[in-house]
T-cell receptor, first 112, second 113 residues
Framework: EDQVTQSPEALRLQEGESSSLNCSYT??????LFWYRQDPGKGPEFLFT?????EEKEKERLKATLTKKESFLHITAPKPEDSATYLC?????????????WGLGTSLAVNP | ETGVTQSPTHLIKTRGQQVTLRCSSQ?????VSWYQQALGQGPQFIFQ???????GRGNFPPRFSGLQFPNYSSELNVNALELDDSALYLC????????????FGPGTRLTVL
């Protein structure tokens, strides 16, 4: 069964304290792995797409990496405005239906 | 460029009632997906519409139905509301069914009493 697991469930950091979030997946025919940021009561905001093992993408203080079994979202020197829930989703090969399978998210709190 | 919009923002219904949620896709996007997100959970795929036709469905009962219009806006209809239907309903649009990135609207918070 296709599955996405994120860890930790919650993470509290001091401003400037770098860390990583994990997304492990089991899926047949990975088409892509996506990272989204979600603020409370709002829709997810797209961050990155990764397609193949070894791929890396960066945006400001965030860097996403991908292996054959998991992805990491590295947060370097976080600021309080980085506080949010970070969601990982994978797109399996299901014909023309670009269905996303989501993890439960990691709730990140960055203290000033 | 206008992003994805949804209406209403919040909605309160009672058990057994029916509800219609609306979504306007981002300009140039012809594919819309609907998701249900319960509190503390990841989004769950309900269905996807591509050029006015259903293009895939998740594990939701038939009382969840949808439409897509010629301008690619979309509706999600839920009949015979149950307490467990209380959730944030998200609409996401894409420039084509082969596209990968999905762009989400702000969601509609539905509360069923």
């Amino acid at each position: 069964e296709d599955q996405v697991t994120q860890s930790p469930e919650a993470l509290r950091l001091q401003e400037g304290e770098s860390s990583s979030l994990n997304c492990s997946y089991t899926v047949s025919g990975l088409r892509g792995l996506f990272w989204y940021r979600q603020d409370p009561g709002k829709g997810p905001e797209f961050l990155f797409t990764l397609y193949s093992a070894g791929e890396e993408k960066e945006k400001e203080r965030l860097k996403a990496t991908l292996t054959k079994k998991e992805s990491f979202l590295h947060i370097t020197a976080p600021k309080p405005e980085d506080s949010a829930t970070y969601l990982c989703a994978v797109q399996a090969d299901a014909g023309n239906n670009r269905k996303l399978i989501w993890g439960l998210g990691t709730s990140l709190a960055v203290n000033p | 460029e206008t992003g994805v919009t949804q209406s209403p923002t919040h909605l309160i219904k009672t058990r057994g009632q029916q509800v219609t949620l609306r979504c306007s896709s981002q300009s140039g996007h012809n594919t819309v997906s609907w998701y249900q997100q319960a509190l503390g959970q990841g989004p769950q795929f309900i269905f996807q519409y591509y050029r006015e036709e259903e293009n895939g469905r998740g594990n939701f009962p038939p009382r969840f139905s949808g439409l897509q219009f010629p301008n690619y806006s979309s509706e999600l209809n839920v009949n015979a509301l149950e307490l467990d239907d209380s959730a944030l309903y998200l609409c996401a649009s894409m420039p084509g069914r082969s596209a990968n990135e999905q762009f989400f609207g702000p969601g509609t918070r539905l509360t069923v009493l």
